[in-house]
């Protein structure tokens, strides 16, 4: 669903072409266990599917 891309540089043009969904957040706690990753975020945004969403909590948990 969400492909994640770190940078340093602001390559913004590059970035809108490559990516269709996208969230923007602080985080406040993010734990591991084995391929399982749990993030509590804070005072984000989001762009799914062309949709745009802003929060102020969110939980999420990912596997990779």
Request: with cysteine; hydrophobic share 40%.
């Amino acid at each position: 669903f969400f492909k994640v891309k770190y940078f340093i540089q602001d390559d913004a043009a590059e970035l809108q072409d490559d990516i269709s969904n996208l969230i923007l957040a602080q985080f406040e706690k993010v734990t591991r266990s084995k391929s399982k990753w749990k993030c509590v975020l804070k005072e984000g945004m989001m762009n799914i599917n062309g949709n745009d969403y802003t929060f102020s909590k969110a939980t999420g948990e990912f596997h990779w």
